[in-house]
């Protein structure tokens, strides 16, 4: 066997990751870790057509060719090996997680693998590859390598997310991406910011364009025995609030559906100030239909607070009946998901948002595991935490700017005066971790800062796959019941 011929030979030198080890058409595939970094073994009489590689040892009558781990070699393991290609999710339920650092893949397939959730391990924002220097390709490669090492070949999604511009859908869609979240938010107005004259005059500007009036007037819903009925005034709201997003999201579409025909929508309506009521969610899905634009996923704005990096602030009471009501709309209207953003670490909610969803969801994390890593660097190398917590929060009132939180630097420790021992208890701290979360690209904009931590990463690699995967299982367990 391929395997134990190169164990016995170059054991010293070399770490296996065993579970990536594949075989196909005479050939044999694994991942190794050596001085050189991860790099990809192929074990043949030679290697497979268009593949590169660096060097080729030959022992105990086997070819061993070692190949850099970049996107060319990695096309051609995707021919042999189908499932290391993103598919769709469809309306299974689902659960995607973002690694901004590109290292994590590993550590979600282990905290999914086995569950009922359909896990999306490559997901990335427009926003977060702008923080990191990443590319669509980037996320999806880094993903993809993480799955390969880890063996699993149990299908995975790639969600290209919060997109708010064609040129960007176009190139995910270019790269591979079975998943598109629309963002819209630029184009959904705040309500609370107009007069009622105002309200009425921007309504009447829409009734130019199309008479809606004459579609919802007086149509009516009944959701769990509550009656719903559309009238000039919560029309004229619904239709201030998303009719030009449901605009810009249907153009979205059309161009999408240019480039590719089989694919995964989701609609995004969650970054804005105003929490989706059921009414306002029909008058969504009664447009998007209306138009045409078929959708696997929607992301409403649920009541309370949603901040990033900690739990849901507000009324769990309030927010169980209305994940109730929206829940039961979606089955009414059939074939979409309610989407949960700004998904991690809501603990409190994720019982009440499974059960009345039914499985009918799609939860979605990022900025917790990049937490949990840092939350690594605190015990394995204290001196490099404080100078990336001295960074955050020499960057944070700027990097704070595009992100829904409420941390009060006053609040948070001196670091200098924190224990090294009592460093990883930061993260507990509500306003350390939103500090933490929202100055990601500040600090892996800092090269030496970038490289420590990779480096401090990779010599502890277990124990960061293993912290990671235990705060995401978490998230799991409660999805799951």
């Keep these: ?101 590109g290292i994590t893949t590993p550590a979600h397939v282990r905290a999914l693998r086995g569950s009922g959730l359909f896990p999306v391990f490559a997901q990335q924002s427009v926003r977060e590859n702008e923080r990191t220097g990443r590319t669509w390709r980037d996320v999806l490669d ?29 190139a995910a869609a270019k790269e591979g991406f079975s998943m598109f979240t629309i963002d819209p938010s630029d184009h959904v107005r705040n309500l609370s910011k107009l007069s009622e004259r105002e309200k009425n005059e921007m309504f ?18 009944t959701v769990l025995g509550e009656r719903l009925e559309f009238d ?45 009521s059921p009414l306002f969610h029909i008058f969504v899905v009664e447009e998007l239909r209306r138009r045409g634009v078929e959708f696997t996923n929607l992301a409403l704005r649920f009541i309370g607070e949603w901040e990033k990096g900690i739990d849901y602030k507000g009324d769990l009471g309030l927010f169980e009946k209305e994940i109730k009501m929206h829940a039961e709309i979606s089955r009414m209207f059939e074939g979409y998901k309610i989407s949960l953003h700004s998904g991690s670490d809501k603990f409190s909610v994720y019982p009440a948002f499974a059960s009345a969803t039914g499985g009918l969801f799609h939860v979605k994390t990022a900025g917790t595991s990049y937490l949990e890593a840092v939350k690594v660097i605190s015990m394995v190398n204290p001196e490099l935490f404080r100078e990336i917590y001295r960074c955050a929060l020499d ?13 009060d630097l006053s609040k948070v420790p001196e670091v200098e005066k924190v224990k090294d021992e009592d460093l990883p208890g930061l993260f507990e701290d509500i306003n350390v971790r939103q500090l933490i979360h929202v100055t990601y690209g500040s600090v892996l904009k800092d090269a030496s800062l970038k490289e420590r931590l990779f480096e401090a990463l990779e010599q502890n690699e277990e124990l960061f796959y293993e912290t990671v995967a235990k705060h995401i299982k978490r998230h799991v367990d409660l999805l799951e019941g």
């Excluded at 969600?159 to 176009?170: G, I, Q, S």
């Design 395 to 407: 960057h944070f009132e700027e990097d704070r700017k595009s992100y829904h939180i409420s941390a």
């Design 1 to 101: 066997m391929s395997l134990k011929v190169f164990k016995d030979h170059f054991g010293r030198g070399y770490e296996v990751y065993e579970s990536s080890y594949r075989k196909k058409e005479g050939f044999s595939f694994f991942l190794v870790k050596g001085e050189e970094g991860k790099v990809l073994v192929i074990s043949g009489e030679k290697v497979p057509e268009g593949v590169s590689f660096f060097k080729k040892h030959q022992m105990g009558g086997k070819t061993f060719f070692f190949c850099e781990r970049n996107h060319e070699n990695l096309e051609i393991l995707r021919k042999y090996f189908p499932d290391l290609k993103p598919t769709r999710v469809g309306l299974k339920a689902s659960f995607g997680t973002g690694d901004r650092l």
């Design 232 to 276: 000039e005034k919560n029309l004229r709201d619904a239709a201030l609030v998303y009719y030009d997003a449901i605009a810009h999201v249907d153009m979205m579409y059309q161009i999408l559906k240019e480039e590719i025909s089989d694919f995964d929508f989701e609609v995004s309506v969650d970054e804005t100030e105003t929490p989706t």
């Design 204 to 221: 009447e500007e829409i009734l130019k364009k199309e008479r809606i009036d004459r579609i919802y007037l007086g149509k009516k819903y």
């Design 142 to 170: 880094d993903a993809t390598w993480g799955v390969f090492q880890e063996g699993y070949t149990e299908g995975f999604g790639a969600d290209a997310d919060h997109v708010k511009n064609p040129e960007d859908l176009v």
